[in-house]
């Protein structure tokens, strides 16, 4: 069965970086693709991000875009989030997602990042 698995949460200041890594394991199909989001405390789940399985088309909402970047690592089933001038609102659990070529989503468990003022 597929398993996602993130990583590289933690606790930082307003202004710092963090890259997010989502390990999946258990595949058996190729050509999906992987998608971040987040969930702050009372909030509904956000969509932030996604890439094609080549990696060449991605996706932002505008609340990231220009700060957030998105990549995979097809070799490593791995697909990253390397989110730089971090803000309290930035605060969240994120997840990631698969997505199968037949519409079927995989989620993983999620990482807190929480951003201090």
């Known amino acids: 069965q597929v398993h996602l698995v993130e990583s590289g949460g933690g606790l930082v200041q307003t202004g710092d970086s963090l890259r997010l890594s989502c390990v999946a394991s258990?595949?058996?199909?190729?050509?999906?693709?992987m998608g971040w989001f987040r969930q702050a405390p009372g909030k509904e789940r956000e969509f932030l991000a996604t890439?094609?399985?080549?990696?060449?088309?991605?996706y932002y909402v505008d609340s990231v875009k220009g700060r957030f970047t998105i990549s995979r690592d097809n070799a490593k089933n791995t697909v990253y989030l390397q989110m730089n001038s971090l803000k309290p609102e930035d605060t969240a659990v994120y997840y990631c997602?698969?997505?199968?070529?037949?519409?079927?989503?995989?989620w993983g468990q999620g990482t807190q990042v929480t951003v201090s003022s």
């Open positions: 997602r698969l997505r199968t070529s037949n519409q079927y989503d995989y």
């Open positions: 258990g595949l058996t199909f190729s050509r999906y693709t």
């Open positions: 890439t094609s399985w080549s990696g060449g088309g991605t």
